[in-house]
Structures are given as C-alpha cells and as structure tokens.
C-alpha cells in the first residue's frame, strides 16, 4: 500500500516528538504492507513550514529504514492567505513528492464562498487539490453538495483510514461509508499522527473497504491511486459520482417562442 498522508517527520508539528517514535511508525507501516509514505507536516500559521529541515529529516528517516520504505515528502496544506500568496510562485514546495498533487486541508470554523475560486486558483498553477478527511469535518459533512461540486470540478477526496472503522467517532464513520458508496472517495490514507492514538494502520480498513465495495476498489484507494499521485501521474481509478449533475444548458427548461403575425 502506499499512505499518502502520514505525520511521520519528528518534531516538526504534532506528530512524533522524537526519530525513536518516528521509526517505530516506519515499522508499523511496514508490517501493513506500506511500500511507499509521503511524509506530510501541517503547514499553517502554528507550525511553520521548512522544506529544508523537512527534507533533513526525511533523509534520516530513510537512510535508517534502508529500502524497506521509499520515504517523500509533502504537507498538509492550509489554505492561509499567506500560503496560497507563496504556492503561486512555488507550486512544487507544497505538493507531494514535489510532483502535482496537493493536500488540501479545511479549516473547521468556517469554509468561506469564495472557496470554489480558491480551487480553481490552484488547478490553475497546475496542482490536483486533494480534499484531506472531509468526513472528519463537520462543516462538510453539513454541506455535503458543495464537496461533491468540487468533485465534479476536478478536485479529488482524501478519507482517513480510521474513520472507517468508527475511531473519530459515528458521524464521520456515517460520511465515510456513504461517500465511498457514491463513488466520492479517491484515497485512504493514514493521516498518523504516533504510535499509540493515531498509529498508522491501514490493513484493516482496505479489508473494510473491500468486503462493502469489493477487493478493486480496495485496491484503487489505497495502492493504484496512492501511487499514481506519488508519482506524479494521472489516476488510474476516477469514478463518476453518484450525485446529480449540475444541470446543462441544454438541459434547462426552454421558454416557448411567440410568433407575432403583423
């Protein structure tokens, strides 16, 4: 499997506290079955992002697993006026593997109007915004159209592994499950944040996953299009979602001509 969204990088945010932590998580993610992690630190107003000190620890982390894990790195990107000034002039800092997907992560107060623009901005710059966890938000989970629209619009969702299996609670569980029915799901990752309260499991959750959708969905989630975005590539597992389209033009009700006879 490959965890695209893993706090795996010690003392960068609250993630692990120290490289001990840091590679007995590599160790868990191993015994999954994980081949591949992009290690993704916050980067908002709190925990400031470094991609030099990043990469630092990425390589520490790396050099002491050996080729058991292939480590790269990422973020869980805020969407701050200040990053979204920066990511303009430098996509790749941000993005995962510094190739074109990016995490996209939702405040939890507030998702403003101007949010659908503010997409399209990064689309633009030539990045795939990956909605993280919108199960675990209950602004989204409240306004759940308005994900599916960002869906439809090219923009891809990101589901916790955990929430699956009822761990942040019944709600996000209820979300989780009737997204991955309507075919709204596009990765599950592990979003770990230790060894003990956030582990970075995922073997049980694909096998969730593939008894309620079946074993290539399973597959889709956590390896093909995990990887796909590693890589830098198109996914290979889009599904068209069962919600209802925004109506067409020519779908719309055509008002009735009059014919005036002078």
């Not at 969204?5 to 994980?34: F, K, N, Q, T």
């Not at 990956?130 to 969702?157: F, K, S, V």
Request: glycine share 4%; proline share 8%.
């Amino acid at each position: 499997m490959v965890d695209i969204h893993c706090h795996i990088l010690y003392g960068l945010d609250d993630g692990p506290s120290s490289l001990e932590m840091a590679l007995e998580m590599a160790e868990i993610s191993v015994s999954e079955g994980v081949t591949h992690i992009v290690a993704t630190p916050h980067a908002n107003d709190q925990y400031p992002f470094v991609p030099e000190l990043i990469q630092l620890r990425r390589d520490e982390i790396q050099a002491r697993m050996g080729g058991r894990l292939v480590f790269a790195t990422g973020c869980d990107f805020h969407l701050s006026f200040e990053n979204l000034q920066d990511i303009r002039l430098q996509p790749q800092k941000y993005s995962l593997n510094q190739k074109n997907y990016l995490l996209v992560e939702f405040a939890d107060f507030a998702i403003p109007p101007s949010m659908d623009q503010t997409l399209h901005q990064l689309q633009l710059a030539g990045l795939h915004p990956i909605i993280t966890h919108p199960e675990r938000n209950p602004l989204i989970r409240a306004q759940a159209d308005r994900l599916l629209r960002w869906l439809r619009r090219g923009c891809y969702a990101q589901v916790t592994a955990a929430s699956f299996l009822g761990r942040f609670g019944p709600a996000a569980k209820q979300a989780a499950e009737a997204w991955l029915d309507q075919d709204a799901v596009h990765f599950v990752a592990s979003d770990a944040h230790n060894t003990t309260s956030r582990p970075p499991r995922l073997r049980e959750a694909f096998e969730t996953v593939a008894r309620r959708k079946g074993e290539g969905v399973a597959q889709a989630l956590f390896v093909d299009n995990p990887r796909a975005a590693f890589d830098g590539n198109p996914l290979p597992y889009v599904p068209e979602s069962a919600a209802p389209k925004e109506p067409e033009l020519d779908t719309l009700p055509r008002r009735r001509k009059r014919f005036w006879f002078f």
